[in-house]
T-cell receptor, first 114, second 114 residues
Framework: GENVEQHPSTLSVQEGDSAVIKCTYS??????FPWYKQELGKRPQLIID?????GEKKDQRIAVTLNKTAKHFSLHITETQPEDSAVYFC?????????????FGKGTKLSVIP | NAGVTQTPKFQVLKTGQSMTLQCAQD?????MYWYRQDPGMGLRLIYY???????DKGEVPNGYNVSRLNKREFSLRLESAAPSQTSVYFC?????????????FGEGSRLTVL
């Protein structure tokens, strides 16, 4: 099955700096890569996703890049703000196989220091 | 529009006791899921229901059973709770197959097994 590795497990940045979280996946057939944000004590919520037919996607201060050859994808947050502090999870799946299973990484705890 | 609602939010059990976690969604989604979240382990899929009347095992199904009662409701049962089942449980639903569309999570149920 799919295996998703996520790094780093913790990340501290100064407010206004950029943050980058990286994930690798094992199944070359995977084609859907979402990112979820979970604030302390809250439910995970989708913040951005990318499909394998594109290499990059942006939404305001967040962007995701995908390198299919290397089987890795990354989340980039620019101009970080204290409200970006949360745990971020990457995930991967092969939606073409009618898969109902997302495989999640173990998460990155991002702390933005004011 | 409440989204995904799960009960109870907190529960303490003794080893060997049984309990059922209830989940309901009002978004007319076909697919529903139960995940568990443990520190440093990310989100792991226990069971899912691709559509009303079907259920399938996920990554960590041992010790659990599920029932898709109707399109709205999907319950998770622990027949004989064990300390290893101490975790936060999240129910989720999606309009598309979970491997290709946004998951909407409930608020979570924190279960402690003594």
């Amino acid at each position: 099955g799919e295996n998703v590795e996520q790094h780093p497990s913790t990340l501290s940045v100064q407010e206004g700096d950029s943050a980058v979280i990286k994930c690798t996946y094992s199944d070359s057939a995977s084609n859907y890569f979402p990112w979820y944000k979970q604030e302390l004590g809250k439910r995970p919520q989708l913040i951005i996703d990318i499909r394998s037919n594109v290499g990059e996607k942006k939404d305001q201060r967040i962007a995701v890049t995908l390198n299919k050859t290397a089987k890795h994808f990354s989340l980039h947050i620019t101009e970080t703000q204290p409200e970006d502090s949360a745990v971020y999870f990457c995930a991967a799946s092969n939606s073409g196989a009618g898969s109902y299973q997302l495989t999640f990484g173990k998460g990155t705890k991002l702390s933005v220091i004011p | 529009n409440a989204g995904v609602t799960q009960t109870p939010k907190f529960q303490v059990l003794k080893t060997g006791q049984s309990m059922t976690l209830q989940c309901a969604q009002d978004m007319n989604h076909n697919s529903m899921y139960w995940y568990r979240q443990d520190p440093g382990m990310g989100l792991r899929l226990i069971y899912y229901s691709a559509s009303e009347g079907t259920t399938d095992k996920g990554e960590v199904p041992n010790g659990y059973n599920v029932s898709r009662l109707n399109k709205r409701e999907f319950s998770l049962r622990l027949e004989s709770a064990a300390p290893s089942q101490t975790s936060v449980y999240f129910c989720a639903s999606s309009a598309l197959a979970g491997g290709s569309g946004e998951l909407f999570f409930g608020e979570g149920s924190r279960l402690t097994v003594l």
